[in-house]
């Protein structure tokens, strides 16, 4: 009797309705919380692409800025010339 019963709880535990009833059961449980995190991941995205064009913005107005230093030295060189011009003008009315 106690090894029919087994045998009995044997093929019933592995029939596979009884599979595909815990698998649709797994499923079930478990894809509301990936359906969340999938959101959660879509976003945190959306949030990074962000980030990552405003990073890209700062580093070209950066570069920019560093590529200005020749246009600053010009000006620094004709403020001189200016300036020593200014002095000659002063002396040579003076």
């Not at 079930?28 to 990552?52: C, F, N, T, V, Y």
């Amino acid at each position: 009797v106690t090894d029919k019963f087994t045998e009995s709880l044997y093929v019933l535990a592995n029939e596979p309705s009884v599979a595909l009833f815990r698998l649709q059961e797994h499923v079930r449980r478990s894809l509301p919380e990936l359906a969340q995190h999938k959101s959660d991941m879509q976003s945190w995205e959306e949030q990074s692409q962000g980030a990552i064009y405003t990073v890209e913005y700062a580093c070209s107005a950066i570069k920019n800025m560093t590529d200005s230093t020749v246009y600053f030295k010009s000006i620094d060189s004709l403020l001189k010339q200016a300036i020593a011009m200014k002095e000659q003008l002063s002396a040579a009315q003076g």
